[in-house]
């Protein structure tokens, strides 16, 4: 169950990740279109490695439960995450460039 | 001015449609469900008139957002009422059938 | 009105969250209140304790009741649970043709019976968040269409908020009302699934009252013939007339009862039914652990020596459709983790409803030069119903340690209480300045739920050194759940005070 958890922040992340505007600001630099594709398909497969792993066993419907809520929590945990990550970001440059003025 | 109150006028048919028209027509379809479900799915009646009206919720959903999507309020209603009476025939139609 | 989809479906979701936003937002706080029912109950009766069960108080409990309950109709014992330490005993004893009730309740550690506070416990918050105090006047049809109206709102909110949609994931932190929007925004995309699952399923449980015609139609006697039909109870008992003596030893029960139930505490309830007949049966009932569904499943065996009975056949389809949102919407199933997450999602939808109501209003007031009547009562109810929801919450508390224990009908006055401190903070909140009555409420709101565990120890410290003594978690956790709703209204009466001034 904690392995599905994981698994499925992890695949959130890296969705969210394919997407240009956070991938910038992580890792500073802009994503090919190539990359992003491949980005967003390597997380839905873990999304659905992420459910199936939850879900095998014959309390499926109990766990689909299970697993529907972590997405929530995650969802908002990535979304947190990256705003937090993004915020930092615009400081450093609103630094950068006072300082540059300067 | 006059187009103002045309529109509260619209405005006003349209929430009525969705308030009145909509239980109606979930109303109707709890009905018209029945035989549809026995004859087409062979569900026993207790099934039938159980998920019948389990459904119905859905057909009312459907007819609030409908409600509002019509590009005339007039035409909502009318769409409301033919939505009805078919579901009411066949309730009746089933019933002799 | 332009026919164009978007903007009529911001429309519907503006002003279907509007007019019932209060309504629904009063509903979710109580509803996901009602996740922690039997834990509210347990603070709110500390007379039961803190010493925990025993495991073998079924054998004690029997020969209690086979002490004073000879000659009963029937024998019932309510276990204690991990969730609540409330184990009640009740029999029924044959007068003239009916049977008369009686129950006690016990420590379930000593056995010893107990005085316990008449006080509703958590079942006020469960009975309020779909009847409102309302019962017979109605109540349950409005919270149907509060429930139809949610669906509504979530259906078009997903159209109204699809730019959140398109960049996924973000968070504008840098302007106050941009994040009020995009938490909005993000909360209400985690909780569809809830909320949507919520809401029907709370159409469904009251669907023989909201959409009875087709079953009135079609059976004479309505949903209750109709629901005969579908349902599979146990085949009715049938006294043969001849004495015997009921099984005391419930061992032997027990062990085919694990047999079948392997998990531990499987055993929610244990009736005996016609004990002093030779046809009496067992009916045990098991926790709603591993299934959605509502229908508590049952094993039966023979009164008399034990030997298993017919059990119960499963369910129709469409009977089990029912049964299982009505599961999903009671969440009985749910572990201690999932019960936070759902309370989590709860939290979540209340939040989300309370900033779609502040968001309207602060969307409008700086835009307009006069105000009309619209926007003062839309800024008084935002007031008073929400930081006047936790106060009246709070009060409620508050009722159940003052009030006198040996007052006639305590359980309607802490009742009233609520009501009544709900009732005053509206009238406070119409007769104030809109930000004084925010920023006063929402200190007074901050003190009282702190000082609450405080007023508790002073009434009697006992209580919270036998929570401590025996690691009693449900009457601590509630504790500290105070101390954090205080805190966090408090940050956020300091951050308001920042942010106004």
């Given at each position: 169950m904690i392995l599905s958890y994981l698994l499925q922040l992890f695949a959130l992340w890296l969705l969210s990740m394919a997407m240009n505007k956070h991938f910038r600001h992580s890792f500073k630099r802009t994503l090919s279109i190539r990359h992003a594709q491949m980005l967003s398909k390597f997380g839905w497969l873990l999304l659905a490695a992420s459910f199936a792993c939850l879900v095998n066993n014959e309390l499926a419907p109990l766990m689909s439960v299970y697993w529907l809520s972590f997405l929530a929590l995650n969802i908002l945990l990535v979304a947190l995450f990256n705003s937090w990550q993004s915020r930092h970001k615009i400081k450093r440059l609103a630094a950068n460039s006072q300082g540059a003025v300067v | 001015m006059r187009s103002f109150t045309h529109q509260q006028l619209s405005l006003t048919a349209r929430c009525l449609a969705a308030i009145v028209g909509a239980y109606c027509f979930a109303l109707a379809s709890s009905f018209g469900m029945v035989p549809i479900l026995i004859n087409m799915f062979d569900s026993l009646k207790a099934d039938a008139v159980y998920f019948a009206t389990l459904y119905s919720y859905i057909f009312g959903f459907i007819a609030i957002i409908y409600v509002f999507c019509r590009r005339k309020a007039w035409l909502a209603w009318r769409d409301i009422i033919i939505g009805c009476t078919s579901f009411m025939t066949i309730h009746f139609v089933g019933a002799i059938g | 009105m332009k026919p164009d989809f978007r903007k009529t479906m911001i429309w519907l979701h503006t002003y279907s969250g509007l007019l019932l936003g209060w309504l629904l937002f009063a509903i979710f706080v109580t509803g996901t209140l009602s996740y922690f029912n039997p834990e509210i109950s347990q603070w709110m009766k500390p007379e039961l304790g803190s010493q925990r069960a025993d495991s073998n108080n079924i054998n004690q409990s029997l020969a209690r009741l086979n002490n004073d309950a000879q000659g009963a109709t029937y024998w019932r014992i309510n276990l204690a649970t991990a969730r609540n330490n409330h184990l009640r005993l009740s029999w029924g004893m044959p007068e003239n043709g009916k049977s008369s009730r009686h129950s006690v309740t016990l420590?379930?550690?000593?056995l010893q019976p107990l005085e316990i506070r008449d006080s509703q416990g958590g079942n006020f918050f469960r009975s309020f968040h779909y009847t409102l105090q309302l019962r017979n006047y109605g109540g349950r049809y409005l919270a149907g269409i509060a429930a139809m109206m949610m669906l509504v709102a979530i259906f078009s909110g997903i159209f109204t908020h699809r730019r959140f949609f398109r960049d996924f994931f973000t968070v504008r932190l840098n302007n106050v009302f941009k994040t009020l929007t995009d938490l909005h925004a993000v909360i209400g995309i985690i909780t569809i699934p809830f909320c949507f699952v919520l809401s029907l399923s709370a159409l469904f449980i009251y669907i023989s009252m909201y959409m009875p015609w087709s079953m009135d139609h079609h059976y004479e006697k309505g949903s209750r013939e109709l629901n005969a039909l579908v349902s599979t109870s146990l085949p009715k008992l049938v006294p043969a007339g001849i004495a015997a003596k009921p099984l005391t030893d419930f061992d032997i029960v027990l062990s085919k009862v694990k047999q079948q139930w392997?998990?531990?505490?499987?055993?929610k309830r244990i009736s005996y039914q016609q004990p002093f007949d030779i046809n009496g049966r067992i009916v045990v009932s098991r926790h709603k652990q591993l299934s959605l569904s509502n229908k508590s499943e049952v094993l039966a065996f023979s009164s008399v020596d034990g030997r298993p009975l017919a059990g119960v056949e499963p369910e129709r389809n469409a009977r089990m459709l029912r049964r299982i949102f009505y599961g999903l919407h009671e969440a009985l199933f749910a572990s201690i983790g999932l019960r936070y997450l759902l309370f989590f999602m709860g939290t979540a939808s209340c939040l989300l409803i309370a900033s779609g109501l502040i968001m309207w209003l602060n969307k409008r007031l700086p835009k307009v030069k006069q105000r009309h009547l619209g926007h003062f009562l839309v800024e008084r109810l935002n007031i008073a119903g929400i930081v006047g929801l936790m106060l009246a919450i709070v009060s409620y508390f508050y009722a159940n340690r003052l009030l006198d224990l040996q007052l006639a009908q305590r359980a309607e006055m802490e009742v009233s209480v609520f009501l009544l401190t709900w009732g005053a903070v509206l009238v406070y909140a119409f007769v104030r300045p809109a930000r004084r009555a925010w920023l006063e409420l929402l200190l007074l709101t901050a003190i009282a739920y702190l000082a609450l565990p405080l007023v508790d120890v002073v009434i009697n410290a006992q209580w919270l050194l036998d929570a401590l003594q025996y690691n009693n978690w449900i009457y601590l956790g509630f504790d500290l759940a105070l101390l954090i709703t205080g805190g966090l209204a408090l940050l956020f009466y300091f951050w308001l005070v920042r942010r106004t001034q």
């Open positions: - | - | 420590n379930s550690k000593t392997p998990e531990p505490n499987a055993i």
